[in-house]
């Protein structure tokens, strides 16, 4: 049974990659330098981010924080740079060739789709695209960022809240309700404040105070 949950989690994975490869191939010059909601980084800079993740596995990952000093932002950088093209167009190309990947840092699928669905919006975002992740993608990622501090620290943003999606089955905690999509949803609990401005709910203001 966790087999099989994980190769679906995969296919899902795979999908969210290839519709985010399907956006980028339309990308103008400058559109592929227009900033993200991901910090500094720039459009290409997080499609190399997610090429990076999807080639590194477990021990590479180690070795490559042991020369960051256990550093994530210096191991991130270096890992970005070496898996950036030089041009976007070589980016999006190394991009492609990792969309059917299953290589990861470490077992926890959910946080690798969440890797690929939230950096996708990050992207979209600012960028105007309205492709948004299926709810089926969407759903494992919440509910893994709602009960583990891993590549986002989902859990510590929402303890003490409930949380209900009104798009999909999600629903975890007790106490003040947010509410909205589960896109929404995710996206804030992964630090992306924009989005809290599509959540209702008395627990709004204290997730919003937190971001």
């Given at each position: 049974m966790?087999?099989?949950?994980?190769?679906?989690?995969?296919?899902?994975?795979?999908?969210e990659r290839a519709a985010l490869a399907e956006d980028l191939s339309s990308?103008?010059?400058?559109?592929?330098?227009?900033?993200?909601?991901?910090?500094d980084w720039d459009v290409e800079q997080v499609?190399?981010?997610l090429t990076a993740a999807a080639s590194v596995n477990g021990w590479q990952w180690l070795r490559s924080m042991l020369g960051a000093r256990f550093r994530p932002d210096v191991h991130n950088q270096r890992r970005l740079a070496e898996y950036r093209g030089s041009t976007p167009a070589e980016t999006l190309d190394r991009f492609r060739a990792i969309l059917?990947?299953?290589t990861a840092p470490s077992g926890d699928t959910p946080a690798w789709l969440?890797?690929?669905?939230?950096?996708?919006?990050?992207?979209?975002?600012?960028?105007?695209?309205?492709?948004?992740p299926s709810v089926?993608?969407?759903?494992?990622?919440?509910?893994?960022?709602?009960?583990?501090?891993?590549?986002?620290?989902?859990?510590?943003?929402v303890a003490g809240l409930q949380l209900r999606a009104?798009?999909?089955?999600?629903?975890?905690?007790?106490?003040p309700l947010v509410t909205g999509s589960t896109l929404a949803l995710t996206m804030s609990m992964a630090g992306r404040a924009p989005y809290l401005n599509q959540l209702?709910?008395?627990?709004?203001?204290?997730?919003?105070?937190?971001?």
């Open positions: 966790a087999r099989s949950r994980d190769d679906h989690l995969w296919a899902l994975v795979h999908t990308l103008s010059a400058e559109q592929w330098r227009h900033d993200t909601l991901c910090a499609v190399a981010h059917t990947s299953t969440g890797e690929v669905v939230v950096h996708a919006q990050d992207i979209r975002s600012p960028l105007g695209l309205s492709r948004t089926d993608a969407l759903t494992p990622v919440a509910d893994f960022f709602s009960r583990r501090d891993f590549t986002v620290p989902g859990r510590t943003h009104d798009d999909g089955p999600f629903a975890t905690g007790t106490g209702d709910g008395p627990g709004v203001p204290i997730l919003r105070a937190r971001l």
